[in-house]
């Protein structure tokens, strides 16, 4: 999600003469509307007792059901969406709801304080632009919202996204999403701004409108929209031809884990509450950190005003503006930027400015807290998927480094916010990676740049709307482009026919309107056919099925048992110290809190007799400051004769990750030849495991 914020309080007039129009319409359309017929089979995917007055849906045929001959789900996947922002940040800064039990009139209004000509739309001036004015009226006519650049209204009701599923979209990942300072700070709301209260009624709002859906179908379970909390579940619900939903959390402040002056407001067992609680609702994705750094992390930056705007919200939740530092390594965090955003910076205490940064810094001094690697690894525990998108470089680096360590699949990149020279890292440890829903020919272009890696890989790919996210979508390429999308249109799989969405008097086409709202999202994709080829939208099609494998796999994972672990250890040379031990067999012993620390010389190595030979495949080593910088991995099955099974020229510390070739082996070395600092070389702690 991508936010930026700012305040004023005042409610308008919510009575209009298009309410009135709004009611005859409901009363001609009950009066005329087509009689249900008893005779003709509607179809499984047609409810029994749609609303009336309703969106159209405006696609025909039957949804694809079942799997391919391998047992393979085919769809597409949205890894990140927000169906419930609009219950976050204090209830109005999204206006408009994904369902109404009093119907589309009152789902898709715009909100009070937007009223008469959308003077007071602060948020959606700020965002956007201009002075703010909109016609602020939805339902029926639809004048000036949802649009592709408006980005406080709803986009996500429930038709819209009953359009994507028939479309051929049979994942979404729904986000559930706030920010408590956003809220603090944005005059108009309707309760208060604590984060995991938000995330609890997000989360029950979701769950209510799977049941709004299901009584339209007859009643429990029958409905297309399906909450899904483990991926064979999902499998099934996708056989039977329906839309798997899973609930993710993308929050700045989880369980209450801000810091203030770089303290820690939250605990383990605070961690470990929320997680479980987390687990319970269904959750099985989720951010660590989110805009502002945490207890947890430091966050990827946001440029230019955005950045700015952000950077003044960090100060007033935490008492801290970003810090940064060089890189260590080629990846690197967004640029800060210095472009002001005043109606931001005006919050400021008197006295206090926002920093200037060097260009050639351009990483987040904050990486991974000790917290913060204790919540990776509780979500490992808990078999829950790690969204790496939004944590600063340095941080993702250490979450890639625990993830590796114990061989675990379950990181995902879902909204084009992980530095892209990642993704191959992703793509390793059997991680999935979605693309931001950008434009045909900038997204065509990404998916191209990336296709030799998903075939290295086979793996599918995945798309990521951000509806409701406040990040901006498609702009339309103009009704006399010479390869528009053409109504109406096939679905990927040829057994539906698309036409032009209709809600109300207000009909949509992508080419002139682009990707308004999450009925659009079919006529997307067919854009992104158009512009960059049936093998992208083929990579695509395979998403559901790699998403899957992704979960899947975490669900399956086991920690490997530790064939090091208080076995025999020698070493080249040990640092005597006359108050702690520094011996070789202080690197097997299961302790962090001890180390194994060689002379300070180049040469040195680490031996560990595991007692009898086994199948050695990865090797984990947990570095003191004192690392190695070049150094090789090597097998022997007498201790004698030794082969080299992995090395590296370009170490840089922390936790390292050797994986290779299985091979049998009794006798494992690690063998220092170049130092990372003066010191020697220093282990707290090495594994060895044959998976």
């Not at 298009?18 to 499984?44: H, K």
Request: hydrophobic share 35%; glycine share 12%.
């Amino acid at each position: 999600m991508t936010m930026t914020a700012h305040p004023h309080h005042r409610h308008g007039n919510r009575r209009r003469p298009l309410a009135v129009l709004s009611l005859l319409l409901a009363v001609v359309a009950m009066v005329l509307g087509p009689a249900a017929s008893s005779s003709a089979d509607p179809g499984w995917w047609n409810p029994v007792a749609r609303p009336a007055p309703d969106s159209e849906i405006n696609v025909t045929g039957e949804p694809f059901q079942g799997t391919d001959a391998q047992g393979r789900v085919r769809g597409f996947v949205d890894a990140h969406d927000h169906l419930m922002s609009n219950e976050g940040f204090g209830g109005r800064l999204i206006c408009g709801k994904p369902f109404s039990d009093l119907g589309v009139a009152d789902a898709l209004k715009d909100c009070p304080e937007h009223y008469p000509d959308g003077s007071l739309a602060i948020f959606d001036f700020i965002t956007k632009g201009g002075d703010g004015k909109h016609d602020p009226n939805g339902w029926p006519t639809f004048k000036d919202w949802p649009a592709h650049d408006s980005l406080t209204h709803q986009q996500n009701y429930y038709a819209w996204v009953e359009r994507a599923w028939r479309g051929g979209q049979r994942v979404l990942v729904n986000d559930l999403v706030t920010n408590g300072v956003i809220c603090s700070v944005y005059f108009f709301k309707d309760r208060g701004c604590d984060e995991m209260t938000a995330i609890r009624l997000e989360a029950q709002k979701s769950y209510d409108m799977q049941a709004y859906v299901d009584k339209m179908y007859g009643g429990p379970g029958k409905g297309w929209f399906r909450i899904v909390t483990d991926s064979a579940q999902a499998r099934e619900v996708i056989r039977q031809g329906k839309l798997a939903v899973v609930l993710g959390v993308e929050t700045s402040e989880p369980f209450g884990c801000k810091q203030i002056l770089d303290i820690a407001q939250c605990s383990k067992a605070d961690i470990d509450r929320g997680l479980d609680e987390l687990h319970k609702l269904g959750v099985r994705s989720m951010f660590l950190c989110h805009k502002f750094d945490n207890a947890l992390c430091g966050v990827r930056f946001d440029q230019g005003a955005l950045g700015t705007a952000i950077n003044v919200g960090q100060f007033l939740s935490t008492g801290t503006f970003w810090k940064t530092e060089k890189c260590a390594g080629p990846q690197h965090d967004n640029p800060i930027g210095l472009a002001a955003a005043p109606s931001a910076q005006k919050e400021l205490p008197a006295g206090v400015t926002v920093p200037s940064y060097a260009a050639d810094a351009q990483c987040n001094t904050r990486g991974l807290t000790e917290l913060g690697e204790y919540a990776v690894r509780g979500m490992m525990k808990r078999k829950m998927m790690l969204e790496i998108d939004h944590m600063g470089v340095k941080a993702a680096g250490q979450a890639f480094d625990i993830l590796e360590s114990e061989s675990y699949p379950g990181v995902i990149s879902s909204h084009s916010w992980m530095d892209l020279d990642w993704t191959e890292r992703v793509y390793r440890l059997g991680g999935f990676v979605a693309q931001y829903m950008s434009g045909a020919e900038a997204f065509s272009a990404e998916a191209e740049r990336t296709d030799a890696l998903r075939d290295k890989y086979n793996v599918g790919y995945g798309y990521g709307t951000d509806m409701n996210g406040v990040g901006g979508w498609p702009g339309p390429r103009g009704a006399d482009t010479p390869n528009p999308v053409r109504y109406p249109f096939r679905s990927t799989d040829g057994g539906s026919v698309i036409d032009r969405q209709t809600t109300g008097v207000r009909t949509w086409d992508l080419n002139t309107d682009g990707a308004a709202h999450y009925g659009l999202v079919p006529d997307w994709i067919e854009d992104v056919r158009i512009v960059g080829g049936q093998d992208v939208v083929d990579d695509l099609f395979k998403g559901a099925e790699s998403y899957l494998t992704t979960w899947g796999g975490s669900e399956k994972h086991k920690a490997g048992v530790n064939l090091a672990a208080g076995s025999a250890a020698s070493a080249s040379s040990a640092e005597w110290n006359p108050f702690t031990s520094y011996a070789p067999g202080r690197a097997v012993d299961g302790s962090t809190g001890t180390r194994w620390a060689s002379d300070w010389s180049d040469d040195q190595w680490l031996r560990i007799d595991l007692g009898t030979a086994s199948l050695v495949k990865r090797v984990t080593l947990d570095w003191e400051r004192a690392y190695g910088k070049s150094y090789r991995v090597e097998l022997s099955a007498d201790g004698a004769n030794w082969q080299t099974a992995w090395s590296t020229t370009t170490g840089d510390g922390g936790l390292d990750t050797a994986l290779f070739a299985g091979t049998p082996a009794r006798y494992v070395r690690v063998h220092g030849l170049q130092r990372g600092t003066q010191w020697g070389y220093s282990l707290h702690e090495v594994g060895v495991y044959s998976s």
